[in-house]
Each structure stands twice: as structure tokens, then as C-alpha cells.
């Protein structure tokens, strides 16, 4: 099993609407959680952490945590074209270990 | 403020051959951690150091070995390519445990 997880995709969402992005990860211990968001041939960017469960929202990006089910997720408002990209889930265990990464949905926003 | 900086953006060796990639931390940034991204992957820790030490390792053979300088800057090195050495090559710097952010990436391509 993998540590972290998320569907691959492409998840093809129309303009203007609700993207849902998720992720589940193994390691009921882990602390601090993550979503970067990739452009092709471009590093991955920061858009949201969250350590707590609830949600946590910031502009159009809500991210979402449950601890007991072991899933986090990512919410993407009234989405447009430039939020087309890969969106990589990421899971740290404590704040001063390695952060482990899943292997990325596809996100794209269709007109 | 400059962000993460590395060198070379690209570069192309052959099998055998041995390279070295460089990472300039985020102003006020004292930790910086090496990651491979595999196309298609999510990247995959490679080593953190911090105060000069590598502080984790992952699972990556000995022929990965890195360097910090007292300026924070970093090296990674790789030994005797293989062709599964062709990634981006990723650098992270954060302020001790806090948010790590990525510099633009090296991507190497081995022949």
C-alpha cells in the first residue's frame, strides 16, 4: 500500500464550477498535510497546509482533514482555465521529518 | 527577496558519468532537503541537511550523496548514472521545521 494516495485522473471539470480533489494516507501518526499544486515542466508550488481537522479555507482553495478517516481533500471554487495543472498531496509525519508525496491528480478546467 | 535557486536548469550526461547539482536556500532558509521526481511521479526524498549534517535520508543508494556549506547552500551529487537517474531533480529550503518551499528544479537527462 501506498503511503499516500490520490486518484490520477484527468479530473475534467467545467469552468466556473467545484473541482474535489482527495487524497488518503497510511500513516495514522502524521501531523502536517499538504497541497501543491504543478504546472507541466514547473516545480510544485505551495497553495495550502492544514494540521487540523476541519476545514481551512484561503480565496478559492478550501482544504479539508479528517483524521480518523485518514483522507484530506481539496476544494477548488469557481474554477478557471489557469487552475489546470497537477495537484500533489503531500504528508508529513512530524515537522522535522520528510514529506511524502502521492503521486498527483490531473486537474483540467474545461471552457 | 529571491527564492530557491538552483543550477543547472538542465543538463544532459551519459550512463557512468557523474554530476553535481546546486541549491541556494530561500533568504533566512538554514534547511535544505533533495527530492527526484520521476515523470509522471510525485517526488520522492532524497536527503535534508541541516547546520552542514544530513539530518534523513530515504531510500536512495549511497551513490547520492550531498553537501551544506556555512552559507546554507547545498550539492547533490550522483555517481555512476543510470539511465533511472533522468528526473527533476528538486530543492526545498525551510526555516528549521517550518513550510518547505521549492526552487525551479534541475532535470537531468541521462543517455
Known amino acids: 500500500q501506498k503511503e499516500v494516495e490520490q486518484n490520477s485522473g484527468p479530473l475534467s471539470v467545467p469552468e466556473g464550477a467545484i473541482a474535489s480533489l482527495n487524497c488518503t494516507y497510511s500513516?495514522?501518526?502524521?501531523?502536517?498535510f499538504f497541497w501543491y499544486r504543478q504546472y507541466s515542466g514547473k516545480s510544485p508550488e505551495l497553495i495550502m497546509f492544514?494540521?487540523?481537522?476541519g476545514d481551512k479555507e484561503d480565496g478559492r482553495f478550501t482544504a479539508q482533514l479528517n483524521k480518523a478517516s485518514q483522507y484530506v481533500s481539496l476544494l477548488i471554487r469557481d474554477s478557471q482555465p489557469s487552475d489546470s495543472a497537477t495537484y500533489l498531496c503531500?504528508?508529513?509525519?512530524?515537522?522535522?521529518?520528510?514529506?511524502?508525496f502521492g503521486s498527483g491528480t490531473r486537474l483540467s478546467i474545461r471552457p | 527577496d529571491a527564492g530557491v535557486t538552483q543550477s543547472p536548469t538542465h543538463l544532459i550526461k551519459t550512463r557512468g558519468q557523474q554530476v553535481t547539482l546546486r541549491c541556494s536556500p530561500k533568504s533566512g532558509h538554514d534547511t535544505v532537503s533533495w527530492y527526484q521526481q520521476a515523470l509522471g511521479q510525485g517526488p520522492q526524498f532524497i536527503f535534508q541537511?541541516?547546520?552542514?549534517?544530513?539530518?534523513q535520508r530515504g531510500n536512495f543508494p549511497d551513490r547520492f550523496s550531498g553537501h551544506q556549506f556555512p552559507n546554507y547552500s547545498s550539492e547533490l551529487n550522483v555517481n555512476a548514472l543510470l539511465l533511472g537517474d533522468s528526473a527533476l531533480y528538486l530543492c526545498?529550503?525551510?526555516?528549521?521545521?517550518?513550510?518547505?518551499?521549492f526552487g525551479p528544479g534541475t532535470r537531468l537527462l541521462v543517455l
Open positions: 526545498a529550503s525551510s526555516f528549521q521545521e517550518e513550510t518547505q518551499y
Open positions: 492544514i494540521y487540523s481537522n
Open positions: 503531500a504528508v508529513q509525519y512530524s515537522s522535522a521529518s520528510k514529506i511524502i
Open positions: 541537511y541541516y547546520e552542514e549534517e544530513e539530518r
Open positions: 500513516d495514522r501518526g502524521s501531523q502536517s
